[in-house]
């Protein structure tokens, strides 16, 4: 069974990055693979109290504690992206990479700042939210994207064995998993081959020993060993590591530093939020964002909901607003679409149905008297029906009913109403 492990994981690892580039093109949503990315997944769970977030969060977490670090080698798609350029240089070295303690820092930093309400470290770090900003042509994105790629023909897969910070979420559960890539030491003869095609450099060949902490589960290594002397299953007990490393002071030490940077960025990130508040500009912003200042703390700027905007009103962060929002300066928001609240992964946009989509409003329509024509486009057009004219045929428009869709703004020849986002989302009767 051993030798087809490779082609099921590569099989699958395909399929997930074909829906990936679709879904970042714009065709369409295949896959709720977005929904399983670690640490959206860890943010919406934090928000919504979901019960999908809370079944993801047990099947990813069940998944690794059984099979080890799948997740990077099958649905994430910056650990795909790697994989890819890994394999034009496979390099003739062999790599060992040691573990790094300071991904634990930054991991409990990132979980930390999520759960005080700012997801600003998590979009500089998440490697889905990395990979979707790259993609779109995000500045940070790309520049991220040519530091990597370069580290990764020097260095393999150094980013995700010791700086990703869902890479070493899934490898303290990866390092406990039932099933273990492990080395039969009667076997060995010590070639090196396996640790030359380990692109995390998890294998110690000398020693006969795998690091299944940082292992990806690519099974790499299990095709090319010459004795077939690695395997993955239950390993023996003298292949297990012990819970406590050689140096248990140094164990406790590290776990102290960890919990007080998770305090840390808890304090940060409550911090954070509120510097927010006070700084932001009014937007408008998709339905189901609630308002300005806690969209900016939740979205990852992943651009998936860019992306995939029919309509293309969503737009990237920029040097005015430093997270993705709404201009209707080309187009208006379709009455009957809530694609953004479907796909968002992290719940900046809230999971609402078209219905309470139709009824949230985002902003108020005003009507410039001055300009105005009275050729009573608007009121036609109004997919609300909820402007009416008066005995002089000026459009006038409740303030209660009005959802700020966008539609009248689009449709005026003359430009004589502009839509003012609102403070607060609100879901009108």
């Given at each position: ?242 819970f406590f490393s050689a140096s248990r002071r140094q164990f406790l030490a590290n776990g102290a530093a960890v919990l007080v940077l998770l305090a840390a960025g808890v304090r940060g990130g409550f911090e954070l939020a509120k510097i927010t508040a006070q700084k932001v500009k009014k937007r ?146």
């Open positions: 069974m051993e030798k087809y492990y490779r082609l099921i994981r590569g099989s699958a690892a395909v399929l997930v990055f074909l829906a990936v580039i679709a879904a970042f093109a714009g065709l369409g949503y295949p896959l709720k693979i977005f929904d399983g990315q670690l640490l959206p997944l860890i943010g919406r769970a934090a928000i919504e109290f979901s019960v999908g977030a809370a079944v993801w969060l047990a099947l990813l977490t069940g998944i690794t504690l059984v099979g080890g670090r799948l997740y990077c080698s099958v649905l994430c798609p910056l650990g795909l992206l790697q994989e890819a350029v890994g394999l034009l240089h496979r390099g003739k070295k062999c790599l060992i990479i040691r573990n790094r303690s300071y991904k634990y820092g930054l991991a409990a930093a990132v979980i930390g700042m999520l759960a005080g309400g700012s997801a600003w470290l998590a979009a500089h770090t998440d490697p889905y939210t990395l990979f979707g900003n790259g993609i779109v042509g995000g500045a940070f994105g790309i520049g991220v994207w040519i530091v990597l790629l370069g580290l990764v023909w020097f260095k393999k897969r150094w980013f995700c064995a010791n700086l990703c910070p869902a890479g070493a979420i899934l490898g303290l559960l990866g390092k406990r998993a039932a099933l273990k890539i492990y080395v039969d030491a009667d076997r060995c003869v010590g070639c090196g081959l396996c640790a030359r095609h380990c692109p995390t450099g998890s294998i110690d060949f000398a020693n006969k020993c795998v690091d299944n902490e940082t292992c990806v589960k690519c099974f790499a290594c299990l095709a090319v060993c010459p004795q077939k002397c690695l395997h993955y299953g239950k390993a023996p007990q003298t292949q297990t590591q012990p408008l912003l998709p339905a189901g964002a609630q308002n300005v200042a806690a969209f900016v703390d939740r979205c990852l700027n992943c651009n998936l909901c860019v992306a995939n905007c029919p309509m293309k009103i969503i737009k990237k962060a920029d040097a005015d607003f430093p997270a993705v929002h709404l201009d209707y300066g080309e187009n208006f928001c379709d009455y009957d679409c809530h694609r953004c609240s479907e796909i968002c992964p992290s719940g900046a946009i809230r999971r609402i149905s078209l219905e309470e989509k139709q009824r949230t409003q985002l902003g108020i329509a005003l009507v410039d008297d001055k300009v105005c024509i009275r050729c009573g486009l608007c009121a036609m057009k109004c997919p609300r029906q909820i402007i009416e004219r008066d005995d002089e045929g000026r459009p006038c428009i409740s303030s209660d009913k009005c959802i700020g869709c966008g539609v009248c703004q689009s449709t005026c020849p003359v430009d004589a109403i502009r839509i003012e986002a609102a403070e607060r989302q609100k879901v009108l009767e």
